[in-house]
């Protein structure tokens, strides 16, 4: 910890008392597929100003491929296992937090900032992911929503502000006529002819879009993507219209701005799963006193290590990467009483911050990330644990004696459709519909030879070293994690 404060010193030029004013954007079901990140086929030329202005992430990871539970390990740097929220929020599903976790919006309330948040929400309860204001907007019309923001980076405060705006794009579509007036697609997408307001279509030739390779390469599949692809492009825009309102109110000078998104694409072989196209994601941070810029960084970092970096940008964590004691004092009497409870004190995450590291494209140190998934809909338990290295990654599939569960609407995707109605010997990327629905209870890859995953090694004699070496790393992380899946250790 000395080693991180003394870089954090060199490299950054702000002091206490400068502004330090943050914005959140977090897109749904988005994988690295910017101009940025190397996808040649796509236009996102504001997010790829923003990525040269700041820091990309290449090695960027969720630690759950499900919309409430990763939001819940965004706001909270705690795994779910943790923090209790481990589905989706909404209906009958009813996943929540325990009522004394302390979340992001809390704490800064606490360090005396003013927050609001915009968009999709998708955790509970209420009183634990607590923002002073809710700015209207529908989360399928992101221009709209940075106009809705204005008047709340416009406005005259002595406190910082937080924004926590997050968009329904690119997720497949779905919800009230309300919320998608425009007779939309299955990506969310109006109709010919159609747009949301202030938004300008992109529409993409289905045979130039680029197939990841954990996909199969069809026709169904391609048409899929250029239709993800062209949600992608209104974020953008709408991403744009925000830091313009940024600019105009005088704040962008002070703001640290940072662009996510909860997981990867919503398809089979990403979303609800832990393999890479699911735990692979964009990360975007731009720090306004970082001196380098354009950066590209090698860490591997996790979601659970961005509300330790938003809290130190902002001056609410101690030298130990904790909490401030001062902060805590005065959230105490905001921590409901409730039937659950968590056993993890406040103040302490399972993440640390990455501003220190932010102008540097080399890192030492960050080498290694965990994931943690038990639930996406109520009906899909299927527990699995995740420790991903720079070459090797190690899956722990506790239930996998059961069938691999569908979210229903990946189930119904086209392209998973088409391959399933070709028999359990079609291809699937580099998997089978067989291999895809019954898997191993240890899934050994080695990213850089194999980066989709398709020759799975925890059977391999030569590789059983590293099979070791990667369950013990995995203990190791439940047991100071507190996860109660590491009973599954000890009995069967």
């Not at 950066?295 to 996790?302: C, G, T």
């Not at 970096?309 to 959230?331: H, M, P, R, Y």
């Not at 088409?418 to 890859?445: C, D, N, W």
């Amino acid at each position: 910890m000395i080693r991180i404060f003394t870089v954090l010193l060199l490299n950054c030029v702000w002091t206490s008392a400068a502004p330090k004013n943050i914005v959140l954007f977090v897109a749904d079901d988005q994988s690295p597929d910017l101009g940025c990140y190397g996808n040649q086929a796509i236009q996102t030329p504001n997010m790829d100003a923003l990525a040269a202005d700041g820091t990309l992430f290449l090695n960027a990871f969720c630690t759950t491929a499900s919309c409430s539970a990763s939001r819940s390990v965004i706001l909270t740097g705690l795994h779910n296992h943790a923090n209790g929220h481990y589905g989706h929020q909404h209906s009958y599903h009813k996943f929540n937090s325990y009522a004394n976790i302390i979340s992001l919006p809390v704490y800064l309330s606490g360090a005396g900032y003013r927050t609001a948040r915009c968009g999709k929400y998708h955790v509970g309860p209420e009183n634990v992911y607590k923002f002073d204001q809710s700015i209207p907007g529908n989360s399928r019309s992101p221009v709209v929503m940075a106009d809705n923001c204005k008047s709340f980076l416009r406005e005259e405060s002595d406190k910082p502000f937080f924004l926590y705006i997050c968009t329904s794009d690119p997720h497949r579509g779905g919800g009230t006529a309300t919320e998608l007036p425009y007779n939309p697609d299955r990506f969310g997408n109006p109709k010919p002819g159609a747009s949301y307001p202030g938004i300008t279509e992109k529409i993409y030739d289905p045979a130039k879009v680029s197939v990841p390779g954990f996909l199969p390469d069809t026709a169904t599949c391609r048409a899929e993507i250029a239709q993800y692809y062209q949600s992608v492009s209104r974020i953008d825009q709408g991403l744009g219209r925000l830091i313009q309102h940024l600019k105009e109110a005088g704040k962008w000078a002070d703001t640290l701005f940072l662009y996510i998104s909860d997981h990867g694409i919503a398809m089979p072989g990403a979303k609800t799963t832990l393999y890479e196209g699911g735990m692979h994601a964009p990360c975007i941070v731009r720090n306004p006193y970082e001196k380098n810029r354009g950066v590209k960084s090698d860490a591997l970092v996790s979601w659970v290590d961005l509300t330790p970096s938003i809290l130190d940008f902002a001056g609410a964590l101690g030298n130990d990467g904790k909490s401030k004691t001062e902060v805590l004092n005065k959230l105490k009497s905001r921590i409901v009483t409730g039937e659950q409870r968590s056993r993890l004190a406040g103040g302490t995450f399972h993440g640390r911050s990455f501003i220190p590291i932010l102008g540097e494209t080399s890192t030492k140190d960050w080498d290694e990330v965990y994931a943690s998934h038990t639930f996406h809909e109520i009906t899909m338990y299927y527990p699995m644990r995740v420790v991903r290295e720079r070459r090797y990654k190690l899956i722990w599939n506790i239930a996998h004696d059961l069938p691999y569960p569908f979210a229903s609407d990946l189930w119904r995707a086209p392209t998973w459709q088409a391959q399933y109605k070709q028999g359990m010997s079609a291809p699937y990327g580099k998997k089978t519909v067989r291999s895809y629905i019954h898997r191993a209870e240890f899934e050994l890859y080695d990213i850089v030879n194999d980066p989709h995953e398709g020759k799975n090694l925890a059977d391999s004699p030569i590789h059983q070293k590293t099979l070791g070496q990667l369950k013990l790393k995995l203990k190791t992380f439940q047991q100071k994690t507190g996860d109660p899946w590491k009973m599954k250790w000890q009995y069967e």
